[in-house]
């Protein structure tokens, strides 16, 4: 059992638990993932370790409650306990000093993005992060992103905060300024990856991704989580979950990603049956 | 008497177990099993003991069920057989004990992995003594992987008085016993009965541990006091086939189709939280134990139209007789000498069709087996809208990849000889890992060897200490 040391509530139905796995939080690396099981009849949910302490053996997972199982983990409280929290999964980023580097989060994908954007901080690079979601109260960790950055940008869909449109806005200008940009990591959901591969394609700008496909087991054993990367297969729990944006077929990662859609509404119907009710 | 025919196992009509996920055959009773046992002739040379890899004295055990002792049967087997509940029912015999039997050339073999069965269901409880509270244990061995190769060297580790823990990356042990192989053929409740005998051991068993991820092995050397290590991480990368198509929705691997529905319970969704996509009619490509148990999970689920596709004929079809005969009888229908050429999609991606291409055998091939050879011009499609992937599994890489030390071959799979030993100190193999894909018992028969190398290693290596 895995205590949930703190809960907080980030923005509306997004939540920070601070969670007690030592032997995961002495191992991980950013741009590492776990997967966690709420109760025995629970879905494997695979969410990005936000943050790590060392000392007291806890990691951070902020997650977004979008279905079923993401909202009946939502639903727990400090002191209570998750069933299973298993990882650290998938490789890490590959730090190093490239020299300016773009961090881009996209909504819920701020979370995995802020350690990555520490770490290349640390590392002594340039780095400049655009943090974007619909609207103001969405928006997450800007306090946490802005301290890590040298300079942040913050875009909303509809203007509440910062500049309105999208993360890809801020990205066009410093291209368009002749700003020398040695690599862009871009996190969040699949339309604003793909939207940010085409703006950096034509300038060669290397690009990473994380990919977030379906899993079951996350240890490279289902194969469910496999996606093109210029044209071979590979499983996102174990080559990735980064990739060079450039070479990933996106369109076929969204058609996986909805896989289960029809299934979900069916959960949602479920009434009583259904745990998260 | 010589002539006289096996008795038949009690099993579920064909029309009621294709709806339900109970255990097809029931078992025999105490009579059956003591008519049964008296058709053996308690033969002084026992040839079927040398089908056995484990070596289980078959006679032995038959002799005690003819006297009414079941449970000194199942003390016999568990001599040598951990999991006989499971071997019971999953041991592909007709190629082992009892194609050797000396009744099967004459007749009908002794039915000897039912009789293995009915005394293990007799006696689903541990025969070695635990150690004694307090007592010192003779080191401490890590367990890679909880499958049953992990298991039986677990067991026969704690057995001899070791401190034995278990990793298991999953959240639940047994390895396929669990997660792939269905509860209709190999009841959950029984891996878990055989598993909690191994607790009473005193083996520690740790789920969501991933060797290579979570720990690597030189830090249980280093930093957990571990002085050997079993891994036993089976085979359970899937294959595909590199055909067009093969990412659209609704094509699984059989690992991915068969954990959804066995370890995380989809035949219960929506009370489980795991969905799986079963639909109407359904393409199970390859012939082995996988491949059947994907099809008659199909249809347990609900397809309507399940179908092998198979590239050569009948005559080679891996699977276990058993399971070929039960999922015939339930209506699974089999293409054979075909193969998938292609998988046809809808607009939203989806599965709509896979085009097949018809086969012939050609000259034997390096297995031994004869070559299939495509008929050209013979394409047709065959109308369904999910497909799985059943054609074998390669090794789990995760622990080679972050063990330096440990000789693997060009398949991955880790390079052991026949004890166990790999070519790093204290680190020992075996199963579908070292194998590549076989049979539980195989894999049990290599834990068991690695527990006996395991004690040797140690024991020399305290005695030079002292
Ligand atoms: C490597 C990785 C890291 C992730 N990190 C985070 C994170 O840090 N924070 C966060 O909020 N989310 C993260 N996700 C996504 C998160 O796992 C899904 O949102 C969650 O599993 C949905 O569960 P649900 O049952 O509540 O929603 P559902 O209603 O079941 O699904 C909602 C949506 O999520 C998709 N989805 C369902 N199951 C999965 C799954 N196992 N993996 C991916 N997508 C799925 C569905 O296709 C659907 O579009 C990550 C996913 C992956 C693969
Ligand atoms: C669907 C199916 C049906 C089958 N039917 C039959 C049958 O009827 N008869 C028969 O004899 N054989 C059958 N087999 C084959 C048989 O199950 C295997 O040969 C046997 O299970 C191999 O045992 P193992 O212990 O080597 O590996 P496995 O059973 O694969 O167990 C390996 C375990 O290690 C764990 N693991 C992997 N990597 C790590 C890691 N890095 N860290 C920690 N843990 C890890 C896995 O999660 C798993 O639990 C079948 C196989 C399948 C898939
Ligand atoms: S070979 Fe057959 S008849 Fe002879 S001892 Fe073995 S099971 Fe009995
Ligand atoms: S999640 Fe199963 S192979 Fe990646």
């Excluded at chain 2, 009892?98 to 073999?109: H, N």
């Excluded at chain 2, 401490?140 to 909880?146: D, E, M």
């Excluded at chain 2, 009965?193 to 191994?198: A, S, V």
């Excluded at chain 2, 809208?385 to 599994?393: K, L, S, T």
Aim: some cysteine; glycine content about 10%; hydrophobic content about 40%.
């Amino acid at each position: 059992m895995y205590v949930i040391e703190k809960t907080e509530e980030l923005s509306q139905g997004v939540k920070s638990f601070i969670v007690k796995a030592p032997r995961i939080a002495k191992k991980c690396q950013p741009g590492q993932f776990i997967i966690l099981r709420t109760d025995e009849d629970g879905e494997r949910i695979p969410l990005t370790i936000a943050d790590f302490n060392r000392e007291t053996g806890t990691i951070t997972l902020i997650f977004q409650e979008v279905g079923c199982s993401t909202r009946q983990l939502g639903r727990l409280q400090a002191g209570q306990a998750i069933l299973d929290v298993a990882g650290p999964l998938g490789n890490a980023s590959h730090i190093d000093k490239f020299g300016t580097v773009v961090c881009i989060g996209g909504g819920i994908g701020v979370a995995p993005v802020y350690p990555i954007a520490r770490a290349y901080r640390e590392a002594g690079n340039k780095v400049v992060s655009i943090i974007g979601a619909r609207n103001e109260s969405l928006l997450i960790l800007e306090k946490e992103m802005a301290a890590v950055s040298d300079i942040l940008h913050v875009t909303t869909d509809d203007g509440s905060k910062g500049h309105k449109g999208m993360v890809i806005d801020p990205l066009k200008s410093m291209i368009a300024a002749g700003e020398k940009i040695d690599l862009v990591i871009a996190i969040g959901p699949v339309v604003m990856m793909r939207g940010v591969a085409e703006v950096t394609r034509p300038y060669g700008i290397k690009t990473i991704v994380s990919l977030n496909p379906i899993m079951v087991d996350g240890t490279g054993m289902c194969g469910g989580c496999r996606v093109s990367v210029g044209n071979t297969n590979k499983f996102a729990c174990v080559d990735g979950p980064e990739f060079d944006a450039h070479q990933v077929d996106f369109t076929g990662l969204m058609a996986r990603q909805r896989m289960y859609l029809e299934h979900e509404k069916e959960e949602r119907k479920c009434g009583g049956e259904c745990s998260c009710h | 008497m010589l002539m006289s025919l096996r008795h038949k196992m009690p099993e579920q009509t064909p029309d009621e177990r294709r709806k339900n996920f109970k255990e097809v055959t029931l078992g025999y009773t105490a009579d059956i099993a003591k008519a049964e046992a008296d058709r053996c002739l308690q033969c002084k040379t026992a040839p079927c003991r040398q089908g056995c890899p484990v070596e289980v004295n078959i006679p032995a055990f038959i002799k005690h069920l003819r006297e009414d002792r079941p449970d000194q049967a199942v003390a016999e087997i568990k001599q040598k057989n951990n999991l006989p509940a499971v071997c019971g029912r999953v041991c592909p015999q007709e190629h082992q004990c009892e194609k050797l039997c000396v009744l099967a050339k004459k007749g009908q073999p002794v039915a000897i992995g039912r009789l293995e069965r009915f005394a293990a269901d007799y006696g689903l409880s541990c025969d070695c003594e635990p150690r004694e509270v307090g007592a010192e244990p003779l080191g401490k061995v890590a367990i890679i992987g909880a499958g049953p190769a992990g298991l039986t060297a677990a067991g026969d580790l704690a057995c001899l008085g070791y401190d034995v823990t278990v990793f298991e990356a999953l959240h639940e042990p047994g390895g396929v016993l669990m997660y792939g192989i269905p509860e209709f053929r190999l009841p959950k409740s029984i891996v878990r009965k055989e598993i909690d005998g191994l607790k009473q051991l005193g083996v520690t068993i740790e789920v969501n541990a991933i060797a290579g991820k979570t720990f690597t092995i030189d830090e249980l050397f280093e930093e957990e006091g571990f002085e050997a290590v079993f891994i036993g991480t089976g085979a359970g990368l899937p294959h595909f086939m590199d055909i067009p198509g093969e990412n659209l929705n609704g094509v699984y691997s059989a690992n991915e189709f068969l954990t959804r529905v066995n370890l995380m319970k989809a035949y219960q969704f929506p009370q489980s939280g795991t969905p799986v996509h079963i639909g109407k009619n359904v393409a199970v490509v390859g012939a082995g134990n996988v491949a059947m148990d994907s099809a008659r999970t199909a249809l347990r689920l609900g397809a309507e139209n399940v179908y092998i596709v198979y590239r050569r004929s009948e005559a080679e079809i891996p699977a276990r007789a058993e399971e070929l005969e039960h999922a015939k009888e339930e209506g699974v229908q089999f293409h054979l000498l075909t193969a998938p050429v292609r998988i046809m999609g809808s607009e939203k991606g989806w599965v709509s069709g896979l085009e097949c291409i018809r086969m012939e055998l050609g000259e034997p091939d390096k297995s031994g087996r004869r070559r299939p050879i495509p008929v050209e011009g013979s394409e047709y499609t065959l109308d369904v809208d999910a497909v799985v992937m059943a054609i074998g599994q390669g090794p789990n890489p995760l622990v080679q990849h972050t063990t330096p030390g440990l000789e693997v071959n060009k398949n991955g799979n880790i390079i052991a000889n026949e004890a166990g030993f790999t070519s790093k100190e204290g680190v020992f193999a075996g199963g579908d890992i070292v194998t590549g894909a076989a049979t539980v018992i195989l894999a049990m028969g290599a834990g068991k060897k690695a527990a006996v190398a395991i004690h040797q290693f140690l024991q020399e290596k305290h005695a030079v200490k002292e």
